[in-house]
């Protein structure tokens, strides 16, 4: 297994849309270790191919306090959404540092296929739900700050440009 190099906002491969999954083989099996062991290290609780800079549909969470529940999402769609809408707080790991609330469906159905290419559906709520739905946001070229409004968007990206600064200056000082 390795620890795989997170992309880091803005880089614009995070705006790639991912390409469906074909091949179930071997290959598959170690980048879906190797991104699940770069999501338990960073930490967080999911963690979508293309924020390690393979463009497919391939998601991998785990939102347990012990991190023995490891789900792998393999081109997941969501076919249905609770109108009830619930907020939570977001945070990324290609956003470090950044967290702010958005508004999501509260329940979700997603329809995905597992390893070994069988499909399966996930009946989910709570913080389920809302990984769910943001690794798929990955997917599809978007972050969750995509949801927030263009004022909040341009502070966020001003703190990341103050943050990126400050963290160039300890490196060189």
Known sequence: MAILSILKYPDARLGTKA????EFNDELK?????????????????????????HIRLVVIDVTEEKNDLKVLI???????????????EGC????????????PSEVVVK???????EFTLACDGLLAVC???????????VFIDHLS???QDRIC?????MRLAEKKNQEG
């Open 158 to 162: 001003k703190k990341i440009k103050k």
């Open 75 to 89: 081109n997941p769609e969501i076919i249905s959404s609770s109108e009830e809408k619930k907020t939570w707080e």
């Open 19 to 22: 390409k469906p999954v074909t």
């Open 30 to 54: 170690q980048l879906v270790a190797d991104m699940a062991e770069t999501m338990y290290k960073a930490p967080g609780v999911g963690l979508a191919a293309t924020q390690v800079d393979r």
């Open 93 to 104: 790991l290609s956003l470090p540092g950044i967290y702010d609330k958005v508004d999501r």
């Open 150 to 152: 263009r004022l909040k």
């Open 132 to 142: 769910v739905q943001h690794e798929i946001d990955h997917l599809e070229g978007h």
């Open 112 to 118: 995905a296929v597992d390893l070994e290419g069988k």
